[in-house]
């Protein structure tokens, strides 16, 4: 008798998981994401063997969210009777790579399905990612008192850096004291530049206490940073 009434009971709690556990037909995706992220996470919870809603292995499936590496919190719940909930925090990309991909503020390799064409292009040759990103973090945060941005950094094989300013402006930095040639470039750039009829279309800041300066008509002037600026013009 006792073996009976086990399993009868434990045929109305399979009879039951089979009538609870309906197919998901149903999914949310909750984010701030772009339609490709949320069309990338569609595609991939689609590969997943999901029987019914009470057989999702939710852990398995964050662990294949989580391998798109933008997806940096997930979040994977069931809604009974046949939803499944995904929320998703993304990785921000701070910047582009020349080669392809992009880059974390942290400067992690990131694979993502969109295209951000207003990020700023790295094009580093010596120093890693993160370290590219601290040189960038350093120069932005000075160069936007002024109100510039930064479209491009590179770092040549000697380990010089230059930037290419939203402007177009061109500036050499060379590889070190980058923050002082960049304070004495902006301050040439108040004195002189700002509200000069010539067009700069390079600045050169490797100097110990100066900048070189060319024009768009060829015209090249070089300028001391002291108590005033005394200026030379070689056109």
Known sequence: MIVFVVCVLLGGVAVG???????????TINGELTPLERATISDLLAAQDVVGVLNVDLEAIQR????????????????????LVVAVSKVQPVARRLDGGYLSADGKDLELPDVHGELPVFD??????A??????RLLDQI????????????E?????????LGTGLKVSLGSDQLSERMHRLLFAYRSVLRDGERHAEYIDARYHSGVAVRFSDMGILTASIGSSIPLTDDN
């Not at 969210?65 to 940096?72: E, F, M, N």
């Not at 580093?124 to 990612?129: E, V």
């Not at 936007?144 to 590179?154: A, D, N, Q, T």
């Not at 040549?156 to 290419?164: M, P, R, S, T």
């Open 143 to 154: 160069v936007s008192r002024e109100g510039f941005v930064i479209r491009e950094l590179h």
């Open 64 to 83: 294949v969210l989580q391998s798109l590496g933008w997806a940096h919190n997930v979040a994977v719940r069931r809604e009974w009777p046949d939803r």
């Open 17 to 27: 998981w089979q009538t609870l556990n309906y197919p998901v037909s149903t999914l």
């Open 131 to 136: 370290q590219a990103m601290e040189v960038f």
């Open 156 to 164: 040549d094989g000697l380990g010089e850096w230059q930037l290419v």
């Open 124 to 129: 580093i040759r010596i120093s890693t990612a």
